[in-house]
């Protein structure tokens, strides 16, 4: 296998690997990339002068194995080296070389306690004030004589006419009362003024008829409060009965200001919360308010609630429909923070990676509260101080998930086993001792096809060293192997006829 020293292509090699793993190539080898400065394979034995690598694999293809270094016949790039220490014992987790990590642009950041602020932002629109509008009515029968000119949509001041009405019926009561009045009997003429009043006169049009001495059955229905004119229901020449509505008046003094907020997101709201409110039809310009209510209905196709917040409208020009954006103010409260980048969603659950001593990584499942900025609030599965990765850890999850590394659960300091682990598939063939000794034994084995493997001679680790006992360099043995995430281990091995 022919071996390129130049200085560029390797580089170029390597840059092209994390483009490949940033891009979602599945993290296939991070934990097992030495990160060595590209450069002939001696460079990498030189620096790893005290071990001796298992087999080569390219970190693309990370189930081919090679015996000796060189190019990969995949990429254009260097095999890298497999050690048999690189599975880290016991510990849970991925390796990552600090030089790789470099590499990869990883970034840890420490689990902190700051100050959250509940603040946060929706959309909404001017309406009217429902509770501040006007009905308009007759109180008795008539027939409307004059109009004045006026139209849904006006906006009129308080007590400005709408119509005038002839009342026939009160000539006669008004000249009954006036006649009484002039005999002198107070309680005749308190009779016949209760009896005006029952017929929907006003006491100003009683203090009229008393005043002139004349009969009025005109009667002038203004406005008791100004706004703008909602309804109106008078033409000249119409029939009105008594109680009929004519108008109807909605204030401008204050507007509601309905705004939608998530309902994930709408728990700390509560009635007299201050806000702050900008319109795009005023720019630059911020109106204050509280929350008046908050309606108990959620909409079902936004998943929304309605926040009705009263603001003050001088001028009159505040108008329903107007777009608003309003901020909600709120206390700040302490909470334990992450960078909001830290968090891996998968959709069933939030993890994160923790960086560990020596070079470890391991995924922690999560819970999440509130968001504001850049952090996210974590309620539980980190404590502080923790050291977690901010930048790359999509990289180390793939890693991860391919190691068959268990994410520390939340509430637990580590996953535990609720099945024993099915023992591991043995793949046997026959070999030649190469070299042996307590720990490893390097064999030129013929091909294995259950696993795609040519014959080659690589390194096996050996962990039971009663294994190869009454074996020695030269022998021809049968032995069977399997793969953890150390690498090929042999587990039995007997000699056979022949050298």
Same mark, same amino acid.
């Given at each position: ?19 490949? +793993? ?12 030495? @990160? ?15 071990? $001796? ?16 270094? /060189? %190019? ?15 599975? @880290? ?11 790789? &990590? ?16 509940? &603040?946060?932002?929706?959309? @909404? *629109?001017?309406? =009217? #004030? ?11 029968? /008539? ?28 000539? @006669? ?28 006169? &006003? ?26 004119? %909602? ?14 509505? +004519?108008? !109807?008046? #909605? ?6 200001? #309905? ?14 919360? %201050? ?16 929350? &008046?209510?908050?309606?108990?209905? *959620? ?13 003050? #409208?001088?001028?009159?020009? +505040? ?51 509130? !968001? ?21 850890? =999509?990289?180390?999850?793939? !890693? ?45 084995? !013929? ?14 680790? +050996? ?8 074996? $020695? ?21 007997? %000699?056979?006829?022949?050298?």
């Amino acid at each position: 296998m022919t071996e390129d020293v130049s200085p560029i292509r390797p580089r170029l090699a390597i840059a092209g690997l994390v483009i490949a +793993l940033a891009a979602g190539a599945g993290g296939y080898g991070i934990a097992r990339w030495t @990160g060595h400065p590209a450069g002939a394979p001696a460079a990498i034995q030189n620096a790893d002068s005290g071990r $001796k690598p298992l087999y080569w694999y390219d970190p693309m293809v990370p189930s081919q194995h090679f015996d000796k270094p /060189g %190019k990969s016949p995949f990429m254009d790039m260097q095999l890298v080296p497999k050690y048999a220490d690189e599975g @880290g014992g016991d510990a849970p987790g991925v390796r990552i070389d600090p030089d790789t &990590s470099q590499t990869l642009g990883l970034r840890t950041v420490a689990v902190r306690r700051g100050e959250l602020s509940s &603040s946060l932002t929706a959309t @909404g *629109t001017i309406d =009217f #004030n429902q509770r501040d509008i006007a009905i308009v009515q007759t109180r008795t029968s /008539g027939f409307i004589q004059r109009v004045y000119a006026r139209a849904p949509g006006d906006v009129i001041g308080a007590g400005a006419p709408l119509a005038d009405i002839l009342v026939p019926e009160w000539g @006669g009561a008004q000249t009954e009362f006036l006649a009484v009045r002039r005999a002198g009997n107070a309680a005749l003429t308190q009779a016949a003024r209760q009896r005006l009043m029952l017929l929907g006169m &006003s006491p100003g049009t009683i203090a009229s008829v008393e005043r002139t001495g004349r009969p009025q059955t005109v009667i002038t229905i203004s406005t008791p409060t100004g706004g703008v004119i %909602k309804t109106l229901d008078v033409r000249a020449g119409m029939t009105m009965t008594a109680g009929q509505t +004519l108008a !109807e008046v #909605n204030g401008l003094g204050t507007v509601w200001l #309905n705004a939608a907020v998530p309902e994930a997101i709408a728990g700390p709201l509560r009635p007299g919360q %201050k806000v702050q409110a900008t319109l795009a039809a005023f720019p630059g310009e911020t109106l204050s308010g509280r929350v &008046s209510a908050i309606l108990p209905e *959620t909409q079902i196709d936004s998943r929304t609630l309605t926040v009705r917040i009263e603001l003050p #409208n001088r001028g009159g020009r +505040l108008r329903p429909g107007m777009f608003a954006s309003v901020s909600f103010g709120g206390s700040t409260q302490a909470a334990l923070l992450v960078p909001s980048e830290a968090l891996i969603r998968t959709g069933k659950r939030t993890l994160v990676m923790l960086a560990l001593d020596k070079g470890r990584y391991r995924p922690a499942e999560v819970q999440t509260g509130r !968001e504001s900025g850049d952090d996210t609030e974590i309620l539980a599965g980190l404590s502080e101080g923790e050291k977690i990765v901010a930048s790359g850890q =999509f990289l180390i999850d793939s !890693e991860a998930s391919l190691s068959g590394v268990e994410a520390r659960p939340i509430g637990g300091p580590a996953p535990t086993a609720a099945k024993p682990a099915a023992p591991a598939a043995l793949y046997e063939t026959t070999g030649k001792i190469e070299q042996i000794t307590s720990t490893s034994v390097t064999l030129s084995h !013929e091909p294995v096809p259950a696993i795609g493997w040519p014959a080659m001679t690589m390194t096996f680790a +050996l962990p039971n060293p009663s294994v190869a006992r009454g074996l $020695k360099v030269g022998d021809r043995v049968r032995f069977g192997f399997d793969q953890p995430p150390a690498g090929p281990t042999v587990h039995r091995m007997a %000699k056979v006829g022949g050298q």
